[in-house]
């Protein structure tokens, strides 16, 4: 995840910010105080819609197999002895599920954060309220364009009025909330739109997704954008970003999954103003790009234990009949250990960048499906040659 707004604020000091601590607690021998990786957990698969580009291929299931309450709060209890710092809800659409609330609050009980992704489609004037009394931190809607856009991918043709709706019904609830966009080269030109709505509704997040090719997406690799398209959104965001913090706004906006674009905001920014961009570098580095497997982690609906959200086929245990923490502590060998010393096994332009410190080899999943290869260059990276070789360390 790539803060660009933050990034580029010169008043922004967030040394402790969790996005930019590497104290992850993997190791056997991890020190007191050290904390566990963020917890993606997809607690259903069951859906109401039938998205396009689901990367978790969730539909209207009907729910068999999924880790009962006691089971989740049991995980909840592991995770909070490992100090897992926040919990990112999501789904499937995760409130489907009648324990929903029951365990949301269990988590923040426990003294963790909890995030919670949504389709939005389901929150009503109610909802909105139950949820605010758990105690979430944050909800994401997804919006993946204008309502026909939205519509065509999620499968349904009122998903767009009810997620806006959602969302006002969020904001009624003083609940922070923002929006989530998917990125595809038939949503490219509802930028504008997605942006308006933003400066509209005064929306104060927004999280701009690169396509990952997992689940029903894997049908959509020729869907993704082309590279120059990518450079081309990389220069509305940065521009969006400096209007929003010239304007004192407070709007935040991100970018997911690709790390290239913290490379290519740094590229920029070093052109206009050094200081601010050795600052971001600096930051940048701390965060270390994709820490799949190192400072994140997700758990599926039936218990298992994968390095992300996106990793679905690679399953490093279940919670069902093993300790988290057991799962989590690096081995000498395996999956874990490879990812957590990835630059060993990066192979192409990847394992010659002079950015991976910034990077680590970005997207895994997209490498392995276009390739055949885990360890290959992540395809959809839009660096071009003379840029990911631009500068030796030393010149920084």
Same mark, same amino acid.
């Given at each position: 995840m790539i803060e660009l707004t933050k990034l580029l604020d010169k008043n922004t000091d967030f040394p402790h910010s969790l996005r930019y601590s590497k104290k992850v607690k993997h190791q056997q021998k991890g020190a007191a105080g050290e904390r566990g990786p963020v917890v993606a957990w997809n607690i259903t698969r069951r859906c109401n819609l039938a998205c396009e580009h689901c990367y978790s291929s969730s539909s209207s299931c009907d729910g068999s197999g999924e880790l009962s309450t006691a089971q989740c709060k049991k995980v909840v209890d592991e995770l909070a002895a490992l100090k897992v710092p926040v919990i990112l809800i999501s789904g499937g659409?995760?409130?489907?599920?009648?324990?929903?609330?029951?365990?949301?609050?269990?988590?923040?009980?426990?003294?963790?954060? +909890?995030?919670? /992704?949504?389709?939005?489609?389901?929150?009503?004037?109610?909802?909105?309220?139950?949820?605010?009394?758990?105690?979430?931190?944050?909800?994401?809607?997804?919006?993946?364009?204008?309502?026909?856009? *939205?519509?065509?991918?999620?499968?349904?043709?009122?998903?767009?009025?009810?997620?806006l709706r959602?969302?006002? @019904?969020?904001?009624?609830?003083?609940?922070? +909330?923002?929006?989530?966009?998917?990125?595809?080269?038939? @949503?490219?030109?509802?930028?504008?739109?997605?942006?308006?709505?933003?400066?509209?509704?005064?929306?104060?997040?927004?999280?701009?997704? *690169?396509? +990952?090719?997992?689940?029903?997406?894997?049908?959509?690799?020729?869907?993704?954008?082309?590279?120059?398209?990518?450079?081309?959104?990389?220069?509305?965001?940065?521009?969006?970003? &400096?209007?929003?913090?010239?304007?004192?706004?407070?709007?935040?906006?991100?970018?997911?999954? *690709?790390q290239a674009d913290g490379v290519y905001l740094y590229l920029k920014l070093k052109k206009e103003d050094s200081k601010q961009a050795q600052k971001?570098?600096?930051?940048?580095?701390?965060?270390?790009?994709?820490?799949?497997?190192?400072?994140?982690? /997700?758990?599926?609906?039936?218990?298992?234990? *994968?390095?992300?959200?996106?990793?679905?086929?690679? /399953?490093?245990?279940?919670?069902? @009949?093993?300790?988290?923490?057991?799962?989590?502590?690096?081995?000498?060998?395996?999956?874990?250990?490879?990812?957590? @010393?990835?630059?060993?096994?990066? &192979?192409?332009?990847c394992s010659r960048c002079s950015w991976l410190d910034i990077c680590n080899g970005s997207s895994r999943m997209r490498a392995k499906k276009v390739y055949g290869d885990l360890w290959a260059s992540d395809p959809a990276c839009y660096l071009n040659s003379a840029e990911i070789t631009l500068q030796k360390r030393s010149e920084q």
């Open positions: 659409e995760p409130l489907l599920r009648d324990d929903i609330f029951e365990i949301m609050s269990y988590i923040k009980n426990r003294g963790l954060k +909890v995030t919670l /992704s949504t389709n939005g489609t389901l929150i009503d004037g109610k909802t909105a309220g139950k949820i605010k009394k758990c105690g979430v931190s944050y909800i994401g809607i997804s919006l993946d364009g204008r309502p026909e856009t *939205h519509n065509e991918f999620r499968g349904k043709p009122d998903a767009f009025q009810k997620a959602g969302l006002d @019904n969020c904001r009624a609830q003083n609940q922070k +909330v923002g929006i989530r966009f998917t990125l595809f080269k038939n @949503n490219f030109q509802d930028l504008s739109y997605i942006f308006n709505i933003i400066e509209e509704k005064n929306i104060p997040r927004a999280c701009f997704y *690169h396509l +990952v090719y997992t689940g029903r997406a894997e049908e959509l690799i020729k869907l993704d954008l082309s590279l120059d398209q990518k450079r081309r959104f990389m220069d509305l965001l940065y521009d969006k970003s &400096k209007q929003y913090l010239a304007e004192e706004s407070g709007k935040e906006i991100l970018t997911v999954a *690709h971001a570098l600096s930051l940048l580095q701390r965060n270390g790009g994709n820490r799949s497997g190192q400072a994140i982690v /997700s758990i599926d609906d039936q218990g298992g234990v *994968h390095p992300n959200q996106f990793m679905d086929e690679y /399953s490093l245990g279940n919670v069902k @009949n093993e300790k988290f923490s057991d799962i989590w502590q690096d081995k000498e060998s395996g999956l874990l250990y490879r990812l957590r @010393n990835r630059k060993r096994y990066l &192979k192409g332009r």
